[in-house]
């Protein structure tokens, strides 16, 4: 099964995509194991488990409303340097849609060969050498969705999705690396929407957060990075999920939120809050992203420091490709990347106050429940 990165005794641990193992089924399995492992009945075998297509979706009970695939083929040669190509693709859209659902993947023959796509959506004024300024404040290009290996889909909360224009294109940001052997890859993309003339209250945005690129691993160590993005709103944060590469080991997010009495005077009046949302065992086979159970989704006021930190493994190990040598940032699946993708949407004020109170006033109600 794939793994569940949470670390269980750091931060939130409530996650709509949960699939851990509970305490008692990992006692279970301890059990069997300390005994010897012996085998049941081979009557009350189940029947053995079938796993999914990788054609299927995962979205839209197996059915998206649109998928947009790229225009064209492209064959990753047997060998070669890694390469990033994009490609345009009309959504063929003719009104304005609201998206609630959305997976990303590359066709069953080539998850071997693709270390990224990251999906624009290009305005329908705009063309593929549109500018990235203002990127998803305007401009012409906005975030869609992102896939590396391992990823799931990402559902939106309800009330919360992302808007695609009509005429709007789609823009397919490839990464590729040669494996030995000429592979052809088509990814596509897969929607599902709000119903017709649904308008969701907020919109999703995903962005890097703590972005690092002075990175230095010398060859036989482990090293930490840390990385620093101040919220401008007050923002609900739902879902997370790292970007390390190879030699990524761990990342912890923290929430640095600065707190004023009014009265600020030599050394009083200020003080800091800091809340450790999670820490997350990373795995660059399994680029998961960790969807939060809403009641639980973090809640952070304008000019939170948002703080990730971020471990690297550069000793002998399965993982690492050459402990040999220093490693530095870098695209390359050799190199190294340091941030955290995010989900979040932001609140005003009024907003932001009414949700925190409901907590408070759920989190009395359970304390009552349980005295």
């Known amino acids: 099964m794939p793994p569940w990165g949470i670390d269980r005794n750091v931060g939130i641990q409530q996650f709509k995509n949960d699939i851990s193992l509970t305490d008692d089924e990992i006692a279970k399995i301890v059990k069997w194991v300390d005994d010897g492992a012996p085998r049941g009945n081979p009557a009350d075998m189940p029947p053995p488990r079938r796993f999914d297509d990788p ?3 995962h979205i839209g009970n197996g059915k998206p409303d649109l998928i947009i695939s790229m225009p064209k083929p492209y064959k990753v040669p047997a060998v070669g340097a890694d390469i990033t190509l994009e490609f345009l693709a009309e959504t063929g859209l003719t009104e304005d849609r609201w998206i609630k659902e959305i997976e990303t993947k590359p066709d069953p023959k080539s998850f071997t060969v693709v270390h990224h796509a990251s999906l624009d959506i290009v305005e329908p004024w705009a063309g593929l050498d549109a500018s990235r300024d203002k990127y998803g404040m305007g401009g012409a290009r906005s975030f869609l969705s992102e896939y590396a290996l391992g990823k799931n889909a990402d559902i939106f909360p309800e009330g919360s999705g992302r808007l695609l224009k ?34 969701p209250k907020y919109p999703v945005i995903t962005q890097h957060m703590g972005d690092t690129s002075d990175l230095d691993v010398p060859a ?14 007050n923002a609900q944060i739902i879902m997370l999920q790292p970007h390390m590469h190879s030699r990524g080991k761990r990342q912890c997010t923290e929430a640095i939120i600065p707190q004023t009495t009014g009265e600020v005077s030599r050394g009083n009046g200020s003080v800091t ?5 999670n820490c ?25 420091i948002v703080h990730v930190t971020s471990w690297y493994d550069n000793t002998v190990s399965k993982f690492n490709p050459d402990s040999k040598n220093w490693v530095g940032s870098g695209p390359r699946s050799v190199d190294i990347m ?19 109170k409901e907590r408070e006033a759920k989190a009395r109600a359970t304390d009552n429940q349980q005295q």
Not at 166 to 190: D, L, P
Request: no cysteine; proline share 3%; charged share 20%.
């Open 273 to 277: 809050k800091r809340i450790t949302l």
């Open 55 to 57: 054609r299927l979706w």
């Open 220 to 233: 036989g160590s482990v090293s930490r990075v840390d990385g620093y993005i101040t919220l401008s709103q």
């Open 166 to 199: 009509a005429g709007s294109k789609i823009n397919f940001n490839m990464h590729y690396y040669s494996i030995g052997e000429e592979v052809e890859n088509v990814t596509s993309v897969g929607i599902v929407f709000y119903p017709k003339g649904q308008e």
């Open 280 to 304: 997350i065992n990373y795995d660059m086979a399994w680029n998961m992203s960790y969807a939060y159970a809403d009641d639980v989704a973090p809640l952070l006021p304008k000019g939170t």
């Open 338 to 356: 340091s941030f955290q993708w995010q989900s979040f949407f932001y609140l005003t004020d009024e907003e932001y106050q009414r949700k925190l």
